[in-house]
């Protein structure tokens, strides 16, 4: 019998072509079948098709493609603001779906996600390939274990270098009705990692956040870099005829719908933050300090959990002006007991693929039968909501001053959660000790 999951993609811009397209059926072939694929842009639907190596049929309606080609499973690579209503189809339809990350942008749509997912019965699976790098897997292990007793408080910053930051300002994902802004579109994926690092439900949160160097903010400005009268001296300046892939799969398709891959990263009418600091208090008393940076030389970032018994950091770069290290090495350093050697270098050798290698190690986990889950990596979409919610709270507070409890903005979120607020292995220990 053939057991294969039979998908259809729908979205097959970058991400939809390449990690749920092209590498899926290189990779995963014996366990998947490319049964249709969906694009409002006819166009870039067939050159995606061209890449992915596909004879799946081509849809520009998603209602028809689910009644015709009955996918039991969605692949939701849409920008952010459509993804709810896809996925409310896709489950009423009797399939799951994957959904790419943000799983959504407002309160509103967080819950139609969750009641449809409610409603249906069908499994909703968030992209959240950041856990399944192996540094993060390791860090994860350590903090169940207690290997740094109670974890008090966490310093987390993250770093998009001039290429990866500035590409958000470009499109669709500079204005907040589209995106959520990049407290959610980005940052859903570091709120992610901290609630399933600390097992906890983040509570409150304050933050600041402004333009300081895109949109309004910049020297000059034009129609989009291909026509832009300024490309001999902007910084930012793109050039698409130099990438085959971005000219085939975006500029030729722009006739269809107007859709640019190289909008200009100062258009007067940007409107999200590129400068972003948040503080979030967890329900299990931990502290975050957060910061997000969108035109540093570096692609990265510095994450340290401090415990009472003792201190995890890593940093850990995608891209950086110097030469690469084999590995990464997470730091643990331990208060007590004195005397005995206080540092331990955990070395971790990089992975091939996205996302420090999580990409590969997320696909193994959804589509190989029998791989176990024993740190809860794969995740679900209430990590989708809280994470999103996480990022709706930071922007309401940067824009209010005030401080924005997450209860408030969806008490129902959190009224019928079982999950006990986490005590760390050694919290007992911990708390009688020193
Ligand atoms: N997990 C990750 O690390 C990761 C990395 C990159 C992108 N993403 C996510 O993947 C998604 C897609 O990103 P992208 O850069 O490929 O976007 P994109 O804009 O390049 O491509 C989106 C595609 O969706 C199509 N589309 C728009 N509305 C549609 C609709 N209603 N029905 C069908 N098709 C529609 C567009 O024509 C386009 O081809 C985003 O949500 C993004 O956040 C996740």
């Known amino acids: 019998?053939?057991?294969?999951?039979?998908?259809?993609?729908?979205?097959?811009?970058?991400?939809?072509?390449?990690?749920?397209?092209?590498?899926?059926?290189?990779?995963?072939?014996?366990?998947?079948?490319?049964?249709?694929?969906?694009?409002?842009?006819?166009?870039?639907?067939?050159?995606?098709?061209?890449?992915?190596?596909?004879?799946?049929?081509?849809?520009?309606?998603?209602?028809?493609?689910?009644?015709?080609?009955?996918?039991?499973?969605?692949?939701?690579?849409?920008?952010?603001?459509?993804?709810?209503?896809?996925?409310?189809?896709?489950?009423?339809?009797?399939?799951?779906?994957?959904?790419?990350?943000?799983?959504?942008?407002?309160?509103?749509?967080?819950r139609r996600i969750l009641d449809a997912e409610t409603r249906t019965g069908r499994r909703v699976d968030v992209s959240f390939n950041y856990r399944f790098a192996p540094t993060a897997g390791r860090i994860k292990e350590l903090l169940d274990a207690g290997e740094i007793g109670r974890v008090t408080s966490v310093d987390f910053h993250w770093y998009l270098d001039t290429e990866h930051g500035a590409d958000y300002f470009r499109r669709w994902h500079a204005y907040t009705e589209r995106s959520g802004s990049l407290f959610v579109h980005k940052a859903t994926h570091h709120f992610d990692l901290l609630n399933w690092y600390l097992d906890s439900d983040p509570e409150a949160v304050t933050a600041f956040a402004d333009l300081q160097m895109y949109g309004r903010k910049g020297p000059f400005r034009g129609p989009r870099c291909k026509l832009c009268p300024h490309k001999g001296s902007c910084d930012f300046y793109l050039d698409l005829e130099a990438d085959p892939f971005l000219e085939a799969l975006y500029e030729q398709p722009s006739e269809i719908d107007g859709y640019f891959r190289d909008g200009c990263v100062f258009r007067e009418d940007i409107d999200i933050p590129d400068t972003m600091v948040a503080n979030i208090r967890y329900r299990n008393n931990v502290h975050v300090s957060y910061s997000l940076n969108t035109f540093q030389p570096i692609e990265g970032h510095h994450i340290a959990f401090n415990g009472t018994k003792g201190r995890i950091e890593l940093r850990q770069y995608e891209d950086q002006p110097w030469e690469t290290a084999a590995e990464d090495v997470i730091l643990l350093v331990r208060n007590f007991p004195k005397g005995v050697p206080a540092v331990e270098r955990i070395a971790i050798p990089h992975s091939p693929g996205g996302h420090y290698g999580g990409d590969d190690r997320m696909r193994n986990m959804i589509f190989k039968p029998g791989v176990s889950d024993p740190l809860g990596q794969r995740a679900g979409a209430r990590a989708g909501a809280l994470s999103v919610l996480c990022g709706i709270a930071a922007l309401q507070s940067s824009r209010s001053g005030k401080l924005v409890r997450l209860a408030d903005l969806m008490p129902d979120l959190f009224e019928n959660e079982v999950r006990p607020v986490r005590q760390f292995a050694a919290q007992a220990s911990a708390s009688a000790g020193p």
């Open 1 to 110: 019998m053939d057991n294969k999951r039979r998908f259809a993609l729908v979205g097959t811009g970058n991400r939809g072509t390449t990690m749920w397209g092209r590498d899926l059926l290189a990779g995963w072939r014996g366990y998947v079948d490319l049964v249709a694929i969906a694009d409002t842009n006819s166009l870039r639907a067939e050159r995606a098709r061209t890449m992915i190596a596909s004879n799946a049929p081509i849809y520009g309606d998603v209602d028809t493609m689910l009644a015709e080609a009955q996918p039991d499973l969605v692949i939701v690579c849409t920008p952010d603001d459509t993804h709810d209503d896809i996925v409310v189809r896709a489950l009423e339809s009797g399939a799951d779906v994957i959904t790419e990350k943000p799983m959504t942008t407002t309160v509103e749509k967080i």
